[in-house]
């Protein structure tokens, strides 16, 4: 099965995860928010698959590329 | 009497004729194919509309001749270019062939670039370059064919300048580009990547890996990450695509500065109005929601084509109608970077900008825009320098410029939503927040002392908030009209319509004080 890093487009702070290991999820649902410029911005799954990893926890200071959740489908 | 006229040469004609169509040779051309890209000739007929090329130079290449003075061999030139036409319109093509010499110098015949380049200019025709290879770049295996060297110049790059301020350029990157041939690449108007073969690199990996970097050439001139810093504009998922992609481009400019955009009529109602824009907005500031849905429904149905989506993303832009008018299209991006205004972001914009005006469109501006991106890493870009050179642009327009306020103006970037010394074609929305600096992020600043002072800092804080919250009301600038409209969201489809009309009779054909640099 395909795996693929789903990465983030911007420097920001992890805000609230919204789905956790093994979790199926659809295109364009919201995995995490991150926090940037004093809001939540959510970042969306880009197709239908399974969460393997989720690579970061609330809080986290994240830079642009780093890799947010890996999904298999 | 009729003597034998010119049949042998008609023959030799023909038989050159043949020999140049065989392109690198059966074998070259059968790589190409395995390699997964079309031979340049076959690019060409699938771009154009169907039979309409007409080659220029068609037998121009290198002849072996035997001492009687036959032609023993013929090696095509690895550029072919001519005339044909992109739905019913003139246009330039020109075309590397990679099956030749990989596209280098030694097999190209760089007259035939200027010419093709001088056509397009001279004829005032839209020009797209098919380019896969080094794009008749240097090999230093021409010291040894020439016996000299010298001093570096690039044929016809005064007409490549020159093009960016006369006519459409369009560039397909559709192998590996190097070189010269980058440079002509990212020297257009619109630039595009095959994600498939496309790969782009100053100097490749075997130059690179002399000079102590070991990369493969995807790490070096991967077309993704191209896309991601804005080197070339997009990708294309395949060659029809690009093609595709092409077409759609150039279908909203004029052929050349000296003409206006033809108007197309969409058949979409004008006064079309979308009930769901009055909810689209959150309430709550901390939230935010997707600028690409508001410019679907505003913009003429299927009409907005997007450039440059993957860089600089907290600005959308694109070509788009209104009412069947051509115009060039601004938005924030909301979910990056809650819109504000990067390093990249105001690069792409300048570039934009400058594509409105080298062309007569007009400009539609949806404004959601937090400011310029602060932080130690936004002051590391040179953010402030690149979103000055966006203000430049933005004042420097004379294009029909119009606004419409969704949600957020502040600072330096906000104010750079539209030059405020013209006559303001604007409206807000009621989620319209503006200002110098965002309560949320100035009142610590601002109340530092009083806050200091206070045995209860955080309630006092609540407080100034509620306080200055109350000043905040977008109806409050509009009482002193610091703000021309305040509309109902749904109603903005005919507002930016209605600008469109406006603004088409004051259009004026003829050359842009300021041109596009790549």
Redesign the interface.
């Known amino acids: 099965m395909p795996r693929f890093v789903v990465k983030s487009?911007?420097?920001g702070t992890v805000a609230r995860l919204e789905v956790e290991r093994d979790e199926m999820v659809v295109s364009e649902q919201t995995l995490l928010f991150l926090e940037?410029?004093?809001?939540?911005?959510?970042v969306e799954s880009p197709a239908v698959g399974r969460i393997v990893t989720v690579h970061v926890d609330t809080g986290d200071l994240v830079a642009q590329g780093q890799p947010l959740v890996t999904l298999e489908n | 009497m009729a003597d034998e006229g010119w049949e042998p040469e008609l023959g030799e004609l023909r038989e050159r004729q043949r020999a140049a169509q065989a392109m690198g040779g059966q074998e070259k051309v059968a790589l190409q194919i395995a390699r997964g890209k079309l031979p340049v000739r076959e690019r060409i007929a699938r771009l154009l509309d169907e039979g309409s090329f007409r080659e220029i130079g068609s037998i121009a290449g290198t002849g072996q001749y035997a001492a009687d003075g036959t032609l023993q061999s013929f090696c095509p030139s690895n550029m072919l270019f001519g005339r044909g036409r992109i739905d019913g319109r003139a246009c330039v093509v020109s075309g590397d062939d990679f099956t030749v010499r990989g596209g280098a110098a030694d097999a190209a015949i760089h007259e035939k670039i200027v010419q093709a380049e001088q056509m397009a200019s001279e004829l005032r025709l839209p020009l797209v370059r098919l380019l896969d290879g080094t794009g008749g770049g240097g090999s230093v295996r021409t010291l040894e064919t020439s016996g000299h060297t010298y001093v570096p110049a690039m044929p016809g790059w005064n007409w490549v300048v020159d093009n960016l301020a006369t006519v459409p350029v369009v560039a397909l990157g559709l192998g590996p580009i190097a070189g010269l041939g980058a440079a002509r690449l990212v020297s257009s108007h619109y630039s595009l990547l095959d994600r498939t073969q496309g790969l782009m690199f100053v100097a490749g990996p075997a130059i690179v890996s002399a000079l102590g970097q070991q990369v493969t050439k995807e790490e070096l001139g991967a077309a993704e990450m191209h896309a991601q810093t804005g080197a070339v504009d997009d990708l294309a998922d395949d060659e029809a695509d690009a093609f595709a992609k092409t077409r759609r481009f150039l279908s909203y400019l004029p052929s050349s500065v000296d003409a206006l955009a033809d108007r197309v009529p969409s058949g979409d109602p004008p006064d079309r109005c979308e009930p769901d824009l009055d909810r689209v907005v959150p309430r709550d500031r901390r939230r935010v929601y997707k600028m690409r849905r508001i410019l679907d429904a505003v913009l003429d149905r299927g009409s907005f084509f997007e450039i440059g989506r993957q860089w600089g993303r907290s600005a959308i832009t694109g070509l788009a109608r209104l009412d069947g008018w051509s115009v060039a299209v601004i938005a924030s991006d909301p979910m990056h970077y809650g819109g504000a205004w990067t390093a990249d972001a105001a690069q792409k914009l300048v570039r934009f900008v400058e594509l409105a005006q080298t062309f007569h469109l007009p400009v539609v501006h949806l404004v959601d825009i937090p400011g310029f991106l602060v932080g130690v890493q936004a002051e590391q870009a040179g953010t402030i320098r690149h979103g000055a050179r966006a203000l430049a642009s933005v004042y420097q327009a004379t294009v029909p410029w119009c606004t419409v306020i969704v949600r957020k103006a502040f600072g330096v970037a906000g104010a750079a939503m539209a030059n405020h010394t013209r006559f303001r074609y604007r409206c807000a929305w009621p989620s319209g927040d503006w200002g110098s600096l965002p309560v949320e992020g100035g009142l610590d600043a601002a109340y530092k002392s009083e806050l200091a002072a206070s045995p209860d800092p955080a309630e006092r804080r609540r407080q100034i908030e509620v306080r200055l919250g109350r000043a905040r009301s977008p109806f409050r600038t509009a009482e002193k009209f610091l703000v021309e409209e305040i509309i109902v969201p749904r109603e903005t489809r005919p507002f930016l319509c209605e600008f469109a009309r406006l603004a088409a009779p004051l259009l004026r054909p003829g050359r842009s004080a300021f041109g596009l640099r790549p």
Do not use: D, L, N, Y
Request: zero cysteines; charged letters at 20%; aromatic letters at 0%.
């Open positions: 487009t911007m420097a940037v410029m004093k809001m939540e911005i959510p």
